[in-house]
């Protein structure tokens, strides 16, 4: 069975401190996402990385970073986390496109609900 | 890439067919529409894709008119089971994929 996993379903941490959230996926996919979620404001995409050691930024990159040093991990660094970063954040994972681009599963997991005090 | 809106909300009882329409009026030649569904505390999880016409599976069925701009997500004989937040997403030539406020679809007993 597919699986995206992510190292913390609840994470409380305070102002100022690094906090890393780890993704990992067993279905050797080139793609990985990170994604946060806010009530009222659906998924927002955070950083987004097509191969290992390459990353591009997303919607809402500011105060974040990433790390994706093997395929299958994907990283992500709050550098001095704040609380406006409290937040429901979610991993997900797709294959490489094969011709005409489209995905029929994105693979998310469970999330991690991050609370910056 | 194309914005999506769908309506915030929706109720319906045990038993009916629900329709959760989404417009998309700037959508690419190359876009698919995806709809996916998401349970509380939980992750996403794909539906449905389609490109034009009429695709369905086991769970729901997607209607796409000729001109691309909308498309319906029909959901028949709902329970409170499938009482949960709806995203419909545009996607193409682009690894990323955005998501909307989504609907958020409450099923009365």
């Known amino acids: 069975d597919v699986k995206v996993t992510q190292s913390s379903r609840y994470l409380v941490k305070r102002t100022g401190e690094k906090v890393f959230l780890e993704c990992v996926q067993d279905m050797d996919h080139e793609n990985m996402f990170w994604y946060r979620q806010d009530p009222g404001l659906g998924l927002r995409l955070i950083y987004f990385s097509y191969d290992v050691k390459m990353k591009e930024k997303g919607d809402i990159p500011e105060g974040y970073s990433v790390s994706r040093e093997k395929k299958e991990r994907f990283s992500l660094i709050l550098e001095s986390a704040s609380t406006n970063q409290t937040s429901m954040y979610l991993c997900?994972?797709?294959?490489?496109?094969?011709?005409?681009?489209?995905?029929?599963?994105?693979?998310f997991g469970p999330g991690t609900r991050l609370t910056v005090l | 890439l194309a914005k999506t809106t769908q309506p915030i909300s929706m109720d319906s009882y045990e038993g009916q067919e629900v329709n959760i329409t989404c417009s998309h009026n700037?959508?690419?030649?190359?876009?698919?529409i995806t709809w996916y569904q998401q349970f509380p505390s939980q992750g996403p999880r794909f539906i449905i894709q389609?490109?034009?016409t009429k695709v369905t599976n086991e769970v729901a069925s997607l209607f796409i008119p000729a001109d691309r701009k909308s498309s319906t997500l029909s959901l028949p004989r709902v329970s409170l089971s499938d009482t949960a937040v709806y995203y419909c997403?545009?996607?193409?030539?682009?690894?990323?994929?955005?998501f909307g406020s989504g609907t958020r679809l409450l099923v009365r007993p």
């Open positions: 997900a994972s797709i294959p490489k496109p094969q011709g005409t681009y489209h995905t029929d599963t994105q693979y």
């Open positions: 389609g490109y034009k």
């Open positions: 997403l545009v996607e193409g030539s682009s690894y990323k994929l955005i």
């Open positions: 700037n959508i690419a030649t190359n876009d698919y």
